[in-house]
C-alpha cells in the first residue's frame, strides 16, 4: 500500500472516532440532545440525567485526536491537487488551515459546556453560563463548516471539471456532497460519516 493510502487509511479512522465523539454529545442517557432544548431546562435537564461526566471529557479528547489525523488525509489531498490546479490547490489548503485551526477549538468548546452543565447540577443557573459560553464561542464552530464547505467545493469542482485523472462521477467522495445527502437521515455524526465514506472511495480510486 501506497503511502497516500496509508494517509487516507489513518484520515479514515479519524473520522470514524471523530464520528464517535460527535454521538458522545448527541445521544444522552435519556434522549438526542437538540439545540431547542437549550431554550427550556426542564427539557435539557432530564436528557442529560444520569450522563457520566467523564463523556464530555472524553468527547474533547477523542475529537482533538480525531482532528489531528484527519489533517493529513486533507493535506495530502490539497498537496496532491497541486499536480493538476494551482487555484484549485491552493483554496484547498486554505480550508485545511480553517478547518483544522477551528475544529480543534470547535471539538473542545462543544465539549466544556456539556461538562460543566453536569458538573454545575443541570440547574437554570447553568444553562444561562453554558447558553452565554456556547453564544461567544459558536464562531469556531461556523468557521470550521465554511472550511470543509470551501474544500469539499473546490475538490468538487476540480473533479467534475476532468481536471484530476479521477472519473467524473468520483466526485461523489466529497465531505460536503455527502453531507448534504445524509443530513436528512439527522443522523448523529453525518459529517465525519460522511468524510469517512469519502476517504474510502479515495483509499480505491486513488
Given at each position: 500500500?501506497?503511502?497516500?493510502?496509508?494517509i487516507?487509511?489513518?484520515?479514515l479512522?479519524?473520522?470514524?472516532l471523530?464520528?464517535?465523539?460527535?454521538?458522545?454529545?448527541?445521544?444522552?442517557?435519556n434522549?438526542?440532545f437538540?439545540?431547542?432544548?437549550m431554550k427550556?431546562?426542564?427539557k435539557?435537564s432530564?436528557?442529560f440525567?444520569?450522563m457520566p461526566?467523564?463523556?464530555?471529557i472524553?468527547?474533547?479528547m477523542?475529537g482533538?485526536l480525531a482532528m489531528c489525523m484527519?489533517?493529513f488525509g486533507?493535506?495530502?489531498l490539497?498537496?496532491?491537487m497541486?499536480s493538476f490546479s494551482?487555484?484549485y490547490?491552493?483554496?484547498?489548503l486554505?480550508?485545511?488551515?480553517v478547518?483544522f485551526?477551528?475544529?480543534i477549538a470547535?471539538?473542545?468548546?462543544?465539549?466544556?459546556?456539556?461538562w460543566?452543565?453536569?458538573?454545575?447540577g443541570?440547574t437554570?443557573?447553568?444553562?444561562n453560563i453554558?447558553?452565554?459560553l456556547?453564544?461567544?464561542?459558536s464562531?469556531?464552530?461556523?468557521?470550521?463548516y465554511?472550511?470543509f464547505?470551501l474544500?469539499?467545493i473546490?475538490?468538487f469542482?476540480?473533479?467534475?471539471?476532468?481536471?484530476?485523472p479521477?472519473?467524473r462521477w468520483?466526485?461523489i467522495?466529497n465531505t460536503?456532497?455527502l453531507m448534504?445527502v445524509?443530513?436528512?437521515t439527522r443522523?448523529g455524526?453525518?459529517?465525519?460519516?460522511a468524510g469517512?465514506?469519502?476517504?474510502?472511495g479515495?483509499?480505491?480510486?486513488?
Open positions: 500500500m501506497t503511502m497516500m493510502k496509508w487516507f487509511l489513518i484520515a479512522i479519524g473520522h470514524l471523530c464520528g464517535v465523539c460527535d454521538c458522545l454529545m448527541t445521544y444522552m442517557p434522549g438526542r437538540k439545540f431547542d432544548y427550556d431546562n426542564k435539557l432530564e436528557i440525567r444520569g461526566l467523564q463523556n464530555a472524553l468527547a474533547m477523542l482533538c484527519m489533517f486533507y493535506l495530502a490539497a498537496l496532491w497541486r494551482e487555484i490547490a491552493n483554496l484547498m486554505l480550508a485545511v488551515g478547518i485551526t477551528f475544529g470547535h471539538h473542545i468548546l462543544c465539549g466544556i459546556p456539556e460543566l452543565y453536569v458538573r454545575l443541570r437554570e443557573e447553568a444553562l453554558i447558553t452565554e456556547f453564544q461567544k464561542t464562531v469556531t464552530m461556523f468557521v470550521c465554511a472550511g464547505l474544500f469539499g473546490a475538490f469542482v476540480a473533479v467534475v471539471s476532468g481536471l484530476t479521477l472519473p468520483a466526485c467522495f460536503t456532497a448534504l445524509l443530513m436528512p443522523v455524526g453525518s459529517g465525519n460519516w469517512a465514506i469519502m476517504f474510502i479515495l483509499l480505491v480510486l486513488l
